[in-house]
C-alpha cells in the first residue's frame, strides 16, 4: 500500500474531531430548548430535528476512519454525502454565504481527496512501473521464437 498523504490525513481527523463536536452542539440545542420550554414556550424536542446530525455524524466518522484505513469507499461516501448535503442547504437554509463557504471548502477537500496521490493511496490509480523499473524491453532471440 502507497503512504498516506498527510492531506487526507487531516482531512480525515477533521472529519473524526468534527463527529466529536457534534454531541456538543446537539446538547447546547436540548438545554436551549429545555430553557425555552421552562419559561412557558411550547417548543419540543423531536427526533427529527436530530436525525440529520445523527447521519452526520455517522457518515462524518465512517469516512474520515475509512480514508485513515485507506478505503476507497470512504472517499466516495463523503463526496456522495457532501454533494447530498450541499443540495439540501440549497433547498432548505436560506444563509447563501454559509452555503458559499462550504461548497469552497467541500471544493478544497475533493482537490486532494482526488488528487494523484490520493488516487495512488486509495489504489484507484496505482503507480505502474516504468519499463526502466521491470526491464530494459529488450528480449533475446529465445524470448521472440517462443525457444527456452
Not at 15 to 25: E, F
Not at 55 to 76: E, P, Y
Not at 126 to 139: A, E, F, M, N
Amino acid at each position: 500500500m502507497h503512504k498516506r498523504p498527510k492531506s487526507i490525513t487531516v482531512i480525515a481527523w477533521i472529519l473524526i474531531v468534527s463527529c466529536g463536536l457534534w454531541p456538543i452542539t446537539y446538547g447546547l440545542k436540548v438545554v436551549h430548548i429545555l430553557e425555552m420550554r421552562a419559561r412557558g414556550a411550547a417548543v419540543q424536542i423531536s427526533f427529527r430535528d436530530l436525525f440529520p446530525g445523527c447521519v452526520a455524524f455517522g457518515i462524518a466518522l465512517a469516512s474520515g476512519t475509512g480514508m485513515l484505513k485507506g478505503r476507497n469507499w470512504a472517499r466516495r461516501l463523503y463526496t456522495a454525502w457532501g454533494i447530498i448535503s450541499i443540495i439540501v442547504d440549497l433547498l432548505f437554509f436560506p444563509s447563501p454565504i454559509l452555503l458559499i463557504l462550504k461548497v469552497i471548502v467541500y471544493l478544497v477537500y475533493l482537490s486532494y481527496l482526488y488528487s494523484l496521490d490520493a488516487d495512488n493511496y486509495f489504489g484507484d490509480n496505482p503507480v505502474k512501473p516504468s519499463l526502466s523499473d521491470t526491464d530494459t524491453g529488450q528480449r533475446s532471440g529465445a524470448e521472440e521464437t517462443g525457444l527456452r
